[in-house]
Protein backbone atom coordinates (compact mmCIF):
# COMPACT_ATOMS: atom_id res chain seq x y z
CA UNK A 1 0.00 0.00 0.00
CA UNK A 2 2.96 2.54 -0.12
CA UNK A 3 3.16 2.39 -3.79
CA UNK A 4 0.85 4.65 -5.09
CA UNK A 5 -0.16 2.87 -8.03
CA UNK A 6 -0.81 -0.66 -5.70
CA UNK A 7 -2.95 1.65 -3.35
CA UNK A 8 -5.10 3.30 -6.04
CA UNK A 9 -5.46 0.12 -7.69
CA UNK A 10 -6.75 -1.71 -4.49
CA UNK A 11 -8.77 1.09 -3.33
CA UNK A 12 -10.94 1.19 -6.82
CA UNK A 13 -10.87 -2.89 -6.42
CA UNK A 14 -12.05 -2.49 -3.17
CA UNK A 15 -15.09 -0.12 -3.88
CA UNK A 16 -16.29 -1.98 -6.76
CA UNK A 17 -16.13 -5.16 -5.13
CA UNK A 18 -18.25 -3.77 -2.23
CA UNK A 19 -20.47 -2.38 -4.64
CA UNK A 20 -21.06 -5.60 -6.26
CA UNK A 21 -22.09 -7.40 -3.36
CA UNK A 22 -24.60 -4.95 -2.57
CA UNK A 23 -25.97 -5.48 -6.02
CA UNK A 24 -25.69 -9.30 -5.59
CA UNK A 25 -27.63 -9.38 -2.55
CA UNK A 26 -30.83 -7.16 -4.25
CA UNK A 27 -30.49 -9.30 -7.48
CA UNK A 28 -31.11 -12.39 -5.31
CA UNK A 29 -34.12 -10.80 -3.68
CA UNK A 30 -35.75 -9.34 -6.71
CA UNK A 31 -35.00 -12.28 -8.94
CA UNK A 32 -37.09 -14.62 -6.33
CA UNK A 33 -39.60 -11.95 -6.10
CA UNK A 34 -40.01 -11.89 -10.04
CA UNK A 35 -39.31 -15.30 -10.97
CA UNK A 36 -39.87 -17.52 -7.83
CA UNK A 37 -38.38 -20.84 -8.49
CA UNK A 38 -36.96 -19.71 -11.90
CA UNK A 39 -34.37 -17.74 -10.05
CA UNK A 40 -31.86 -19.99 -10.06
CA UNK A 41 -31.59 -19.46 -13.99
CA UNK A 42 -30.24 -15.65 -13.30
CA UNK A 43 -27.50 -17.48 -11.83
CA UNK A 44 -26.81 -19.74 -14.74
CA UNK A 45 -27.09 -16.81 -17.36
CA UNK A 46 -24.29 -15.18 -15.59
CA UNK A 47 -22.44 -18.50 -15.39
CA UNK A 48 -22.58 -18.91 -19.34
CA UNK A 49 -22.23 -15.59 -19.79
CA UNK A 50 -18.84 -15.51 -18.13
CA UNK A 51 -17.91 -18.74 -19.85
CA UNK A 52 -18.53 -17.32 -22.89
CA UNK A 53 -16.92 -14.11 -22.98
CA UNK A 54 -14.09 -15.91 -21.21
CA UNK A 55 -13.40 -18.14 -24.47
CA UNK A 56 -14.46 -15.41 -27.28
CA UNK A 57 -13.22 -12.46 -25.78
CA UNK A 58 -9.56 -12.66 -26.41
CA UNK A 59 -9.62 -12.14 -30.21
CA UNK A 60 -10.17 -8.50 -29.20
CA UNK A 61 -9.08 -8.04 -26.07
CA UNK A 62 -5.92 -8.32 -26.41
CA UNK A 63 -5.62 -5.76 -28.85
CA UNK A 64 -6.45 -3.36 -26.44
CA UNK A 65 -3.91 -1.95 -23.76
CA UNK A 66 -4.57 -3.63 -21.02
CA UNK A 67 -5.39 -0.86 -18.40
CA UNK A 68 -7.66 0.82 -21.25
CA UNK A 69 -9.37 -2.54 -21.05
CA UNK A 70 -10.39 -2.38 -17.42
CA UNK A 71 -11.60 1.16 -17.89
CA UNK A 72 -13.79 0.33 -20.25
CA UNK A 73 -14.97 -3.03 -18.50
CA UNK A 74 -15.91 -0.70 -15.69
CA UNK A 75 -17.66 2.05 -17.77
CA UNK A 76 -19.45 -0.09 -19.14
CA UNK A 77 -21.08 -1.92 -16.28
CA UNK A 78 -21.41 1.74 -14.62
CA UNK A 79 -23.66 2.56 -17.81
CA UNK A 80 -25.63 -0.84 -17.61
CA UNK A 81 -26.40 -0.28 -13.81
CA UNK A 82 -27.45 3.09 -14.85
CA UNK A 83 -29.57 1.95 -17.23
CA UNK A 84 -31.77 -0.62 -15.02
CA UNK A 85 -32.12 2.33 -12.21
CA UNK A 86 -33.76 4.20 -14.89
CA UNK A 87 -35.89 1.57 -15.95
CA UNK A 88 -36.86 0.58 -12.31
CA UNK A 89 -37.53 4.43 -11.34
CA UNK A 90 -39.94 4.42 -14.70
CA UNK A 91 -41.72 1.27 -14.15
CA UNK A 92 -42.01 1.06 -10.04
CA UNK A 93 -39.93 -2.28 -10.91
CA UNK A 94 -37.25 -3.78 -12.98
CA UNK A 95 -38.57 -5.60 -15.78
CA UNK A 96 -36.82 -8.94 -16.21
CA UNK A 97 -35.27 -8.54 -19.42
CA UNK A 98 -33.20 -5.83 -17.98
CA UNK A 99 -32.20 -7.78 -15.36
CA UNK A 100 -30.89 -10.54 -17.63
CA UNK A 101 -29.12 -7.89 -19.81
CA UNK A 102 -27.55 -6.49 -16.63
CA UNK A 103 -26.14 -9.66 -15.27
CA UNK A 104 -24.74 -10.62 -18.82
CA UNK A 105 -22.72 -6.92 -18.74
CA UNK A 106 -21.59 -7.53 -15.52
CA UNK A 107 -20.60 -11.16 -16.10
CA UNK A 108 -18.83 -10.56 -19.19
CA UNK A 109 -17.34 -7.10 -17.69
CA UNK A 110 -15.57 -9.27 -14.97
CA UNK A 111 -14.46 -11.67 -17.71
CA UNK A 112 -12.67 -8.77 -19.25
CA UNK A 113 -11.46 -7.09 -16.47
CA UNK A 114 -9.90 -9.99 -14.42
CA UNK A 115 -7.59 -11.40 -16.98
CA UNK A 116 -6.49 -7.63 -18.06
CA UNK A 117 -5.98 -6.65 -14.33
CA UNK A 118 -3.70 -9.99 -13.67
CA UNK A 119 -1.48 -9.14 -16.72
CA UNK A 120 -1.14 -5.69 -15.68
CA UNK A 121 0.33 -6.66 -12.04
CA UNK A 122 3.40 -8.34 -12.71
CA UNK A 123 4.55 -4.59 -14.73
CA UNK A 124 3.09 -2.50 -12.26
CA UNK A 125 5.12 -4.38 -9.18
CA UNK A 126 8.12 -3.05 -9.53
CA UNK A 127 9.26 -5.96 -7.16
CA UNK A 128 8.50 -9.31 -8.12
CA UNK A 129 9.23 -11.24 -4.51
CA UNK A 130 5.93 -8.30 -3.26
CA UNK A 131 3.75 -10.33 -6.13
CA UNK A 132 2.07 -12.78 -3.77
CA UNK A 133 1.69 -9.79 -1.20
CA UNK A 134 -0.15 -8.17 -4.24
CA UNK A 135 -2.11 -10.57 -5.26
CA UNK A 136 -3.00 -11.58 -1.76
CA UNK A 137 -3.78 -7.59 -1.21
CA UNK A 138 -6.26 -7.80 -4.17
CA UNK A 139 -7.84 -11.20 -3.17
CA UNK A 140 -8.97 -9.72 0.46
CA UNK A 141 -10.68 -6.95 -1.59
CA UNK A 142 -13.43 -9.70 -2.34
CA UNK A 143 -13.22 -11.46 0.63
CA UNK A 144 -13.80 -8.00 2.95
CA UNK A 145 -16.64 -7.50 0.59
CA UNK A 146 -18.54 -10.49 0.92
CA UNK A 147 -18.04 -10.26 4.80
CA UNK A 148 -19.53 -6.43 4.56
CA UNK A 149 -21.86 -6.38 1.64
CA UNK A 150 -24.67 -8.37 3.08
CA UNK A 151 -24.21 -7.01 6.48
CA UNK A 152 -24.58 -3.25 4.23
CA UNK A 153 -27.65 -4.44 3.01
CA UNK A 154 -29.45 -5.31 6.10
CA UNK A 155 -28.48 -1.85 7.99
CA UNK A 156 -29.20 0.65 5.18
CA UNK A 157 -32.14 -1.18 3.72
CA UNK A 158 -34.17 0.69 5.99
CA UNK A 159 -33.64 4.06 4.71
CA UNK A 160 -32.18 3.63 1.10
CA UNK A 161 -35.10 2.22 -1.03
CA UNK A 162 -33.85 -0.89 -2.85
CA UNK A 163 -32.89 0.85 -6.87
CA UNK A 164 -30.49 3.29 -4.98
CA UNK A 165 -28.35 -0.24 -4.09
CA UNK A 166 -27.94 -0.36 -8.17
CA UNK A 167 -26.47 3.49 -8.38
CA UNK A 168 -24.62 2.84 -5.62
CA UNK A 169 -22.93 -0.28 -7.65
CA UNK A 170 -23.01 2.13 -11.02
CA UNK A 171 -21.05 4.79 -8.76
CA UNK A 172 -18.66 2.16 -7.42
CA UNK A 173 -17.55 0.92 -11.05
CA UNK A 174 -17.00 4.83 -12.07
CA UNK A 175 -14.79 4.94 -8.86
CA UNK A 176 -12.15 2.42 -9.63
CA UNK A 177 -12.64 3.80 -13.91
CA UNK A 178 -11.05 6.41 -12.14
CA UNK A 179 -8.60 4.88 -10.12
CA UNK A 180 -7.06 2.79 -13.07
CA UNK A 181 -6.96 5.89 -14.83
CA UNK A 182 -5.14 7.46 -11.65
CA UNK A 183 -2.62 4.40 -12.29
CA UNK A 184 -2.04 5.36 -16.30
CA UNK A 185 -0.92 8.92 -15.22
CA UNK A 186 1.21 8.19 -12.22
CA UNK A 187 2.71 4.84 -13.62
CA UNK A 188 2.57 5.59 -17.94
CA UNK A 189 5.88 4.16 -18.00
CA UNK A 190 4.63 0.76 -16.82
CA UNK A 191 1.52 0.50 -19.82
CA UNK A 192 2.10 -2.89 -21.10
CA UNK A 193 1.90 -3.19 -25.41
CA UNK A 194 -1.14 -4.49 -26.93
CA UNK A 195 -1.21 -8.01 -28.56
CA UNK A 196 -2.03 -8.89 -32.02
CA UNK A 197 -3.34 -12.15 -33.11
CA UNK A 198 -4.54 -13.02 -36.22
CA UNK A 199 -7.43 -15.92 -35.92
CA UNK A 200 -10.06 -16.33 -33.84
CA UNK A 201 -8.82 -20.70 -33.22
CA UNK A 202 -5.73 -18.96 -32.17
CA UNK A 203 -7.05 -16.91 -29.18
CA UNK A 204 -8.98 -20.05 -28.00
CA UNK A 205 -6.30 -22.03 -28.07
CA UNK A 206 -3.26 -20.17 -26.91
CA UNK A 207 -4.06 -19.88 -23.11
CA UNK A 208 -4.84 -23.89 -22.82
CA UNK A 209 -1.65 -24.50 -25.06
CA UNK A 210 1.09 -21.83 -22.91
CA UNK A 211 -0.99 -23.35 -19.53
CA UNK A 212 -0.18 -26.95 -20.31
CA UNK A 213 3.52 -26.33 -20.85
CA UNK A 214 3.79 -25.56 -17.45
CA UNK A 215 3.21 -28.96 -15.71
CA UNK A 216 2.37 -27.66 -11.81
CA UNK A 217 -0.39 -25.14 -13.59
CA UNK A 218 -1.37 -27.34 -16.83
CA UNK A 219 -2.86 -29.86 -14.01
CA UNK A 220 -4.01 -27.15 -11.95
CA UNK A 221 -5.83 -26.36 -15.06
CA UNK A 222 -7.20 -29.74 -15.90
CA UNK A 223 -8.19 -30.03 -12.25
CA UNK A 224 -10.06 -26.54 -11.62
CA UNK A 225 -13.46 -27.12 -13.00
CA UNK A 226 -13.33 -29.89 -9.88
CA UNK A 227 -12.62 -27.74 -7.33
CA UNK A 228 -14.62 -25.09 -8.26
CA UNK A 229 -17.31 -27.13 -9.34
CA UNK A 230 -17.59 -29.26 -5.99
CA UNK A 231 -17.09 -26.21 -3.92
CA UNK A 232 -19.79 -24.11 -4.96
CA UNK A 233 -21.72 -26.96 -5.07
CA UNK A 234 -21.03 -27.48 -1.05
CA UNK A 235 -21.37 -23.92 0.01
CA UNK A 236 -24.12 -22.32 -2.16
CA UNK A 237 -26.28 -25.48 -2.47
CA UNK A 238 -25.22 -28.16 0.12
CA UNK A 239 -24.75 -26.12 3.18
CA UNK A 240 -28.50 -24.19 2.74
CA UNK A 241 -30.36 -27.60 2.01
CA UNK A 242 -28.12 -29.11 5.08
CA UNK A 243 -29.26 -26.67 7.20
CA UNK A 244 -32.75 -26.28 6.34
CA UNK A 245 -32.93 -30.21 6.27
CA UNK A 246 -31.89 -30.27 9.87
CA UNK A 247 -33.66 -27.42 11.45
CA UNK A 248 -30.85 -25.50 12.27
CA UNK A 249 -31.31 -22.19 13.40
CA UNK A 250 -29.37 -19.11 14.14
CA UNK A 251 -30.12 -15.88 16.25
CA UNK A 252 -33.52 -14.99 16.05
CA UNK A 253 -34.30 -18.40 15.43
CA UNK A 254 -33.83 -18.10 11.76
CA UNK A 255 -32.30 -20.36 9.30
CA UNK A 256 -30.88 -17.74 7.11
CA UNK A 257 -28.91 -16.45 10.28
CA UNK A 258 -27.60 -19.86 10.95
CA UNK A 259 -26.04 -20.07 6.82
CA UNK A 260 -24.83 -16.53 7.37
CA UNK A 261 -23.05 -17.32 10.25
CA UNK A 262 -21.33 -20.16 8.55
CA UNK A 263 -20.60 -18.52 5.93
CA UNK A 264 -19.02 -15.53 7.91
CA UNK A 265 -16.79 -18.29 9.44
CA UNK A 266 -15.82 -19.36 6.42
CA UNK A 267 -14.99 -15.62 5.64
CA UNK A 268 -13.09 -15.23 8.57
CA UNK A 269 -10.29 -17.48 8.23
CA UNK A 270 -10.36 -16.85 4.23
CA UNK A 271 -9.84 -13.67 4.70
CA UNK A 272 -6.95 -14.90 7.60
CA UNK A 273 -5.32 -17.17 5.48
CA UNK A 274 -5.12 -14.53 2.99
CA UNK A 275 -2.97 -12.43 4.60
CA UNK A 276 -0.64 -15.01 6.12
CA UNK A 277 0.03 -16.79 2.60
CA UNK A 278 0.33 -13.83 1.30
CA UNK A 279 2.96 -12.28 3.38
CA UNK A 280 5.43 -15.13 2.98
CA UNK A 281 6.37 -13.78 -0.48
CA UNK A 282 7.21 -16.28 -3.30
CA UNK A 283 6.68 -20.00 -2.05
CA UNK A 284 10.03 -22.15 -2.29
CA UNK A 285 7.92 -25.19 -3.21
CA UNK A 286 4.59 -24.00 -4.88
CA UNK A 287 3.23 -27.09 -5.84
CA UNK A 288 3.15 -28.35 -2.45
CA UNK A 289 1.37 -25.72 -1.00
CA UNK A 290 -1.07 -25.33 -4.14
CA UNK A 291 -2.30 -29.03 -3.53
CA UNK A 292 -1.37 -29.16 -0.05
CA UNK A 293 -4.36 -26.37 -0.02
CA UNK A 294 -6.54 -28.46 -1.91
CA UNK A 295 -6.19 -30.93 0.98
CA UNK A 296 -6.94 -28.49 3.53
CA UNK A 297 -10.13 -27.50 1.79
CA UNK A 298 -11.15 -30.86 1.34
CA UNK A 299 -10.56 -31.73 5.08
CA UNK A 300 -12.84 -28.96 6.02
CA UNK A 301 -15.69 -30.08 3.58
CA UNK A 302 -15.79 -33.53 4.51
CA UNK A 303 -15.97 -31.88 8.30
CA UNK A 304 -19.40 -30.11 6.83
CA UNK A 305 -20.47 -33.53 5.38
CA UNK A 306 -19.65 -35.74 8.72
CA UNK A 307 -20.94 -33.86 10.67
CA UNK A 308 -24.50 -33.73 9.28
CA UNK A 309 -24.59 -37.18 8.54
CA UNK A 310 -23.52 -38.06 12.29
CA UNK A 311 -23.82 -34.80 14.48
CA UNK A 312 -27.26 -34.16 16.52
CA UNK A 313 -29.13 -30.98 15.52
CA UNK A 314 -28.68 -28.75 18.51
CA UNK A 315 -24.72 -29.30 17.60
CA UNK A 316 -24.82 -29.06 14.21
CA UNK A 317 -24.18 -25.16 13.65
CA UNK A 318 -20.73 -24.97 15.74
CA UNK A 319 -19.54 -28.05 14.27
CA UNK A 320 -20.48 -26.65 10.45
CA UNK A 321 -19.01 -23.45 11.27
CA UNK A 322 -15.95 -25.09 12.09
CA UNK A 323 -15.68 -27.68 8.83
CA UNK A 324 -16.45 -23.97 6.61
CA UNK A 325 -13.66 -22.25 8.94
CA UNK A 326 -10.69 -25.80 7.96
CA UNK A 327 -12.18 -25.42 4.76
CA UNK A 328 -11.96 -21.87 3.77
CA UNK A 329 -7.41 -22.03 4.81
CA UNK A 330 -7.12 -24.20 1.42
CA UNK A 331 -8.44 -21.94 -0.98
CA UNK A 332 -5.75 -18.68 -0.23
CA UNK A 333 -3.17 -21.21 -0.35
CA UNK A 334 -3.87 -22.27 -3.96
CA UNK A 335 -5.66 -19.28 -5.52
CA UNK A 336 -2.76 -16.75 -4.98
CA UNK A 337 0.21 -19.04 -5.30
CA UNK A 338 -1.54 -20.26 -8.45
CA UNK A 339 -1.87 -16.60 -9.40
CA UNK A 340 1.67 -15.64 -8.63
CA UNK A 341 3.34 -18.89 -10.49
CA UNK A 342 1.66 -17.55 -13.51
CA UNK A 343 3.06 -14.48 -13.17
CA UNK A 344 6.42 -15.71 -12.17
CA UNK A 345 6.47 -18.63 -14.67
CA UNK A 346 4.66 -17.68 -18.05
CA UNK A 347 5.31 -15.43 -20.35
CA UNK A 348 3.82 -11.60 -19.97
CA UNK A 349 2.35 -11.42 -24.00
CA UNK A 350 0.52 -14.86 -22.79
CA UNK A 351 -0.70 -13.76 -19.32
CA UNK A 352 -4.27 -12.50 -20.11
CA UNK A 353 -4.80 -15.43 -21.86
CA UNK A 354 -3.76 -17.93 -19.24
CA UNK A 355 -6.29 -16.28 -16.87
CA UNK A 356 -9.28 -16.64 -19.37
CA UNK A 357 -8.22 -20.19 -19.76
CA UNK A 358 -8.92 -21.03 -15.94
CA UNK A 359 -11.98 -18.51 -16.26
CA UNK A 360 -13.24 -20.95 -18.77
CA UNK A 361 -12.92 -24.11 -16.72
CA UNK A 362 -13.84 -22.68 -13.66
CA UNK A 363 -17.41 -21.24 -15.37
CA UNK A 364 -17.50 -24.67 -16.69
CA UNK A 365 -17.44 -26.37 -12.60
CA UNK A 366 -19.96 -24.02 -11.32
CA UNK A 367 -22.56 -24.67 -14.75
CA UNK A 368 -21.67 -28.60 -13.86
CA UNK A 369 -22.72 -27.83 -10.45
CA UNK A 370 -25.80 -25.99 -11.68
CA UNK A 371 -27.53 -28.46 -13.72
CA UNK A 372 -25.95 -31.97 -11.57
CA UNK A 373 -26.04 -31.42 -8.24
CA UNK A 374 -29.51 -30.63 -7.55
CA UNK A 375 -30.59 -33.73 -8.63
CA UNK A 376 -27.45 -35.73 -6.98
CA UNK A 377 -28.94 -33.74 -3.77
CA UNK A 378 -32.39 -34.96 -4.36
CA UNK A 379 -31.14 -38.57 -4.66
CA UNK A 380 -28.98 -39.37 -2.33
CA UNK A 381 -29.02 -35.93 -0.04
CA UNK A 382 -27.04 -33.10 0.46
CA UNK A 383 -24.58 -34.54 3.50
CA UNK A 384 -23.48 -37.28 0.53
CA UNK A 385 -23.31 -35.38 -2.06
CA UNK A 386 -21.02 -32.84 0.21
CA UNK A 387 -18.71 -36.21 0.86
CA UNK A 388 -18.55 -37.11 -2.64
CA UNK A 389 -17.71 -33.55 -3.12
CA UNK A 390 -14.62 -33.35 -0.03
CA UNK A 391 -13.54 -37.00 -2.07
CA UNK A 392 -13.02 -35.16 -5.70
CA UNK A 393 -11.38 -32.24 -3.69
CA UNK A 394 -8.99 -34.78 -1.82
CA UNK A 395 -8.63 -36.82 -5.15
CA UNK A 396 -7.01 -33.35 -7.20
CA UNK A 397 -4.53 -32.33 -4.39
CA UNK A 398 -3.33 -36.37 -3.16
CA UNK A 399 -2.87 -36.58 -7.10
CA UNK A 400 -1.21 -33.64 -7.41
CA UNK A 401 1.14 -34.35 -4.80
CA UNK A 402 2.47 -37.84 -5.90
CA UNK A 403 2.92 -36.58 -9.56
CA UNK A 404 4.28 -32.58 -9.32
CA UNK A 405 5.56 -32.52 -5.70
CA UNK A 406 9.05 -33.35 -6.31
CA UNK A 407 8.85 -30.40 -9.37
CA UNK A 408 9.64 -27.45 -7.20
Known amino acids: MRDPAIALLWSGLATSAVGDQLFAVVLSWIAVRLLGPNAGYVAALQAAAGLLTALFAGHWADRVEQRRLMMSADLTRAATLLGLMALWLALGDPPVWGLCACVLVLAAGQAVFRPAMQATLPVLVTNVTRLPATNALLDTTERIARLLGPGLVGIASATVPLVHFVTIDAVSFLVSAGAILGITRLRPAAVAHAIHHATILATLTRGFTTVRRHPVLGYGLATTAIIN ?123 AAAVRAFMVLNQVGLLAALLVAPLLFTTIGAASVILLCAAAMLAVGVVGLIRHGERD
Open 229 to 351: GTWYATIFLGLPLLITHAGVTGPGGSGLAAYGLVISAYGATNLLGTLVVGSHGIARHPARLIFWGNIVLAIGIAGIGLAGLLVPARLLLPCLMAGAAISAVGGPMQDITVATLRQTALPLPDM
